[in-house]
């Protein structure tokens, strides 16, 4: 979201302060003349904001901190540089930013910290990163159960990129997976980061509670050679923990054969995730959801999908695609609901908005949001759910589609598969497609998953690489023991190859 400044236009140049548009819902008088009296009025404004603690500016800070040559300040000290200030600071500390600061090594955090920037000379202030190292970013949470245990970060008010186009590095990095990381983004502009592994801008091994809000992250790229990617990359996202995601997040690119979740992807959920419904996502791409690879959804999990999703692209590089904005692997949970505006979204392979490859018996997908001009080139046109469906998925009455498509027009809204390792719609599968829904008019569904013989006893033949001879193959799929409660049975007949 842009935010609307508010000038002083006073004797003092760099008097100016941001205030993000949501913070007030009345009229804001011009604050535009020079006498004392607008001045105090102006401060007035700022103590009434509805703003947390950090982010707020008071004028008396601004204009310290655009004399400062530095344009940082700490506990009220002027200091050459932001890198300068974060040796001085303690946990805990704010540190106000402006101008541009330069990020030539990699900034190692044991502590928690914000840090703000303000406007001087109705200019944002802006990080550059001046780092060329797969696996380098400009912020590390370094802490660990000594020093901080739940080491916190907060960056509100000032863009980042890198220096030159191409340098390979991130925005804020935290590689080691033991330790939970608490991050706020807010009012962020992140442009232009690349990096060969996952999170091109932000990762974390673990996630604590979890901002992004009024903030863009535009055109950043992940060229890991075969999967994932991230522009956000959590690995875990513990249970009783919470992730809120809004802002922009347009024309990423996850850029591997088989890369997953251009903007967002997230591995192993088992607490709580929102897309807000103020998140845009435009014209990401990737081989799977370049808007959000959610991948596996544990019971303890609450996972929604709001926002807007638009012209996301899911290519065929060779390993198929999936999901042309969103995809899941695994669902445990019962609380999964896709609620969001998805307009235009493709798929080269399956689903034109959402994949799922297998619903576990106590997973439930809820589908309530807006559908239309979707495509899919194979089947789904807006939900392919495949592999193995033992769940419920509901679709409800307040769920609109219009003009997806799908390479058949009896699926070209859903393919519910319940067949395991079926490569054709089998008796045991359902569908939905466009003119069932327009005839029945607006309604909910319901389809449950259930058991086809081919999804514990699949027996078929392959082409054995070395020889080129055909070997019998028996599919039993171990992981789903934990789950379901049964044991994988031996196949009564074995066909001859």
């Known amino acids: 979201m842009t935010p609307i400044s508010f000038v002083i236009s006073t004797t003092l140049a760099c008097a100016s302060f941001l205030i993000p548009q949501q913070v007030s819902a009345n009229p804001t008088p011009d604050y535009s003349s020079d006498d004392e009296q607008d001045a105090t009025l102006r401060i007035q404004l700022n103590q009434d904001l509805s703003l947390s603690d950090t982010s707020q500016v008071s004028l008396a800070t601004q204009i310290q901190l655009c004399e400062c040559s530095g344009k940082t300040l700490l506990n009220n000290e002027c200091y050459s540089s932001m890198t300068t200030a974060i040796k001085k600071a303690e946990s805990g500390d704010i540190i106000y930013i402006g101008g541009l600061q330069a990020v030539f090594n990699p900034i190692f ?79 962020m502009k992140f442009e232009a980061f690349h990096n060969e592994i996952n999170g091109s801008v932000l990762y974390l091994g673990q996630s604590g509670e979890v901002t992004i809000k009024n903030s863009q992250f535009i055109k950043n790229h992940v060229t890991e050679k075969r999967e994932t990617g991230g522009t956000l990359y959590i690995a875990t996202v513990p249970e009783h923990s919470r ?94 609901e896709v609620s969001g505006t998805f307009t235009e979204n493709e798929s080269e392979g399956k689903g034109g908005v959402y994949a799922v490859n297998r619903l576990y018996k106590d997973g439930g997908i809820h589908i309530s949001g807006s559908f239309i001009k979707n495509k899919a080139k194979a089947f789904g046109g807006v939900v392919a759910a495949d592999w193995g469906i033992i769940g419920v998925l509901t679709i409800s009455e307040e769920a609109y589609f219009e003009d997806n498509e799908a390479y058949t027009d009896d699926r070209n809204i859903l393919q519910f598969r319940v067949c395991g390792l079926c490569n054709f719609l089998s008796k045991y599968d359902k569908i939905l497609g466009q003119k069932e829904w327009e005839d029945n008019g607006p309604k909910a569904y319901t389809f449950e998953g259930g058991f086809s013989p081919s999804m514990y006893d699949e027996v078929y033949c392959s082409l054995n690489d070395d020889d080129k001879t055909w070997i019998q193959k028996t599919y039993q799929p171990k992981a789903w023991d934990m789950f379901i409660d049964s044991e994988d049975p031996e196949p009564d007949q074995k066909p001859e190859c």
């Open 109 to 187: 955090l044991h502590i928690s910290l914000s840090i703000v920037g303000v406007e001087c000379d109705r200019e944002r202030a802006w990080v550059s990163v001046s780092l060329d190292e797969v696996a380098t970013s400009a912020f590390h949470l370094n802490s660990t159960i000594d020093t901080e245990p739940y080491q916190s970060l907060s960056l509100y008010n000032f863009d980042m990129q890198p220096t030159v186009a191409g340098l390979m590095s991130s925005a804020v990095r935290s590689d080691n997976w033991d330790y939970v990381r608490n991050l706020h983004i807010e009012d």
């Open 243 to 336: 992730l809120t995601i809004g802002g922009l997040w347009e024309k990423n690119v996850a850029e591997g054969v088989h890369a997953e979740g251009a903007a967002v992807y997230l591995l192993w959920v088992y607490g709580v995730v929102e897309f807000t419904p103020d998140a845009r996502f435009i014209e990401n791409e990737a081989c799977e959801a370049p808007a959000a690879e959610v991948r596996v959804i544990y019971n303890s999990a609450s996972v929604k999908f709001n926002g807007y999703y638009h012209k996301n692209k899911a290519v065929d590089r060779g390993y198929g695609a999936r999901g042309g904005a969103i995809r899941s692997l695994m669902i445990m949970s019962p609380d999964v």
